[in-house]
Each structure stands twice: as C-alpha cells, then as structure tokens.
C-alpha cells in the first residue's frame, strides 16, 4: 500500500506544477485548449510513470518494504509499465486531437514523422515502446531474450525524454517543473543502467560452488552449494537469484527459494523438473561454481508480528516453508502447516515437518492429497482448525491456487493484509 500512495504522489506533483506554470482558466478555455492540456497530463503522468517502472525493475531491497516483497516490486513494475504506455499513447492522440478544429489533415499529419526532429523523437520513443510492451505481455519470449530486450528500455526513456525536454512545453520552459522531471528521469536511467549494463560490475554477488546434487522426491532436485569466502545471511523463507558457472545452463540466472536455515553451513535450494533449466539442474557436478545474489522477499513467519499462522503449500511451493520449519524453536509461535498435493507420494520433506510436529507441540502438520481428499480449501481449513479470523495466512504454490485460496479466505471475511503469497515472476 505505501509502495501505490508513493507512485500516485510523485504522479501528482508534475501535475500541480503544471497547473501553476500557467493558469487553469487558460488551460480549459475552448475543446482545442481542453484537449493540449490533457495531452500535456498524460505526457507528463506517462513520463513519470515510465520512469518509475524502470526504477522499480532494479531489484533494490529497499523497495520491498513499500510493496511487500520483490515478487509485488515487480508486479507494481509490470502494471506502472503497462499504464504508462496507456498514458503515452493517450498523450499524442490528444494532442492531434486539438487540430481537428482546424483541420483533419493537420491533426493526421501530426501524428506522422516530419521536418522537427523534437516530435520525431517522440514518435521514436512510442514506437519502440509498444514493441517492447507487445513483447512483454502477449509473446513468450525465453527469459534470456526477453531480459536482453528490456536492456532497450532505458534507451527508449532516453529518446522520449529528449523529447519532452527539447520541445517548447511547459516541461522545457518552467523551470521547477523540468527539474523535477530531470531528477526522477535521471534516478531511473542511473538505476537502470545499474542493473541492466553495469550490474556484473557492481552488483554485490557471493561465491558459492555445488557440494551435492540428489533426488529427495518425484522429479525434484535439490542443489546444495557451500561457500567460498563470504557466506549468505538471510531469513527462512527468502529466495536468492543463481547464475551457475556451467556449459550447461551458464548464462542463465533463476530465482530459488531458499530450503535450508540460516544456521546451516549449507545453502540449499529445490526445483521441479518442468522444463528445460530445471531439468539440467541434477547433472550439476560438484565444484561448479555459482553466483548468489540476494536474499530476496518478505515470506518469512519471522517479518510479520502476528505468531497465531496458517502455512499452506502447493507442490514445490514447499520449498519456502522447508526453511522455516527447519528454523522454527520460538514457544511463542502456533503454526498449522497444509501441505497439499495431488498423490502422497509427492509430499517431499514431510519427514522434516513430522520431526518439527514431533519436537514443537505448537506446530501442527496437515499433510493433503487431492486424489484421495479432494481439494485443500478455505472452508475445509477453517472446519479442520475452528476460528481462523486471528491468524496470518502463508500460500505458496501454483498461482492459480494461491489466487483461488486468497479469495476464498477473503469471503470468509479474512482482510488481505493477513493474507501473505509468494507469487514471483521473473518476466
């Protein structure tokens, strides 16, 4: 919530100094003039809101506090992305819209390139920018090629600033208004051009090499990786970014959930076999090296204050939980932990679970096989525990899942803020 009311506040500031830089009267007097200023607006919006979708996809942190985690850092990149092209394609259709009072041909040619090169930039930009956007949302690009075009997208930031910058409009001839503009861009492309050109150089990223590779269940591999130098400090629950120092899958760079605790010498990290990436994972040789970058999220029963917690995995999505049961000792906590899955022989780490059940009367594990149970709901948590108005809920799993669960507690009254997902997506 903080993350939006931060977004629509830096929205709003160009636009109240837009309506300073001249008066309003003269901004609404005829359609014509009605319809440069909402040109002008959506410019200015569309700009601002570009720029944040770029400051917001350098994988800082920091932001995760203002969104809940990077997994809704990213979800906020996609949909600011996604509006801000909304808004640069409303900004020169408004504008050739108010030469339609003085001639068709006028307001066509306006959205065509011609001799001023300032507007030609403009047109640049769109362009390039709804090529990228139709990349993003409607062609499954493999996430190497989609990750290389989004290189492009500073460069398209560039050419459309220029382009605000350059042309004789408020943002060029009232001066708080440009330097605010100039500042908000600059942050971006800097923290743009920090991850996409310069991250090898100065991204902090730890040594870590394979120690084992096995099968601990049905098309599951875990890796475990050691240290060299340095080791990881992060939270049960949190995920990491790898890049494997392989012929086989080298290059590549994946978000892990993390399955280990913090207190072992061991990072240790679990994927199903359901493509090829993850498939290549078990031929890993020991001694590869691997590049570890994180930790990431706020999925941990350790960040949120409330100890009464439901925890609820689907398949893999276990992975997250292993951690912290594997950490979990505090008396203060109560935990009931759902694992469902569709045959009981893929309840991987259920031997990890038992052995917390068994030593911590405060957790409770509920292990749940579709095919013999039907499927884990709301209503058949709320029956197996009683009242669950006071407890946080934990889901990671398949989205769809995760999508139908969190509407499913939301109609038996639960508010979404004591509803906690993993639902990251790299692209």
């Not at 460069?155 to 208004?177: K, M, R, T, W």
């Not at 203060?332 to 009367?361: G, R, T, W």
């Not at 209503?379 to 999508?403: A, E, F, H, R």
């Amino acid at each position: 919530m903080k993350g939006w009311v931060l977004v629509i506040t830096l929205c709003l500031i160009p636009v109240i100094l837009w309506s300073i830089a001249k008066p309003l009267p003269r901004r609404f007097a005829t359609p014509a003039a009605v319809l440069t200023s909402l040109g002008q607006v959506t410019g200015i919006v569309g700009l601002v809101l570009f720029s944040l979708s770029l400051t917001f996809s350098a994988r800082l942190r920091a932001f995760e506090p203002l969104f809940g985690g990077l997994n809704r850092v990213y979800i906020a990149h996609h949909i600011i992305g996604g509006t801000s092209l909304l808004f640069l394609l409303a900004h020169p259709l408004l504008l050739s819209g108010s030469y339609l009072t003085l001639s068709l041909r006028r307001a066509v040619f306006f959205l065509l390139p011609g001799p001023d090169w300032t507007i030609n930039l403009g047109i640049m930009s769109l362009a390039l920018l709804i090529t990228l956007m139709i990349l993003t949302f409607y062609i499954n690009l493999p996430y190497e090629i989609w990750l290389f075009s989004h290189k492009f997208l500073g460069a398209v930031f560039f050419v459309g600033g220029l382009h605000s910058l350059l042309i004789p409009s408020d943002i060029a001839l009232y001066p708080p208004l440009k330097i605010y503009i100039l500042v908000i861009a600059s942050v971006s492309l800097i923290l743009h051009f920090y991850r996409t050109i310069f991250g090898r150089f100065l991204v902090r990223r730890l040594t870590y090499q394979v120690s084992r590779v096995y099968l601990p269940g049905q098309e599951v591999t875990q890796v475990d990786l050691i240290p060299i130098g340095k080791s990881l400090n992060f939270l049960p629950g949190q995920f990491i970014f790898v890049r494997f120092d392989d012929p086989l899958i080298s290059g590549e760079v994946h978000p892990f959930s993390l399955c280990s605790s913090p207190s072992e010498p061991v990072l240790s990290l679990a994927a199903k076999n359901l493509g090829d990436y993850t498939a290549r994972l078990f031929f890993l040789a020991s001694g590869v090296k691997a590049k570890i970058e994180g930790p990431f999220g706020q999925f941990s029963y350790l960040t949120h204050k409330n100890p009464r917690q439901i925890w609820i995995a689907g398949g893999i999505g276990v992975t997250p939980f292993v951690s912290m049961a594997k950490s979990f000792s505090s008396p203060n906590y109560q935990i009931d932990m759902f694992y469902a899955v569709k045959d009981p022989a893929e309840l991987v780490y259920s031997d990890i679970f038992q052995k917390v059940a068994a030593d911590h009367p405060n957790f409770r594990y509920h292990p749940h096989a579709s095919a013999t149970q039907g499927r884990l709901t709301a209503d058949l948590i709320k029956k197996t525990l009683g009242d669950i108005s006071d407890k946080d809920i934990y889901v990671c799993g398949p989205p769809p899942m995760m999508k139908s669960l969190r509407d499913q507690f939301h109609k038996l009254g639960l508010p979404h803020w004591r509803i906690y997902t993993e639902e990251f997506q790299i692209n």
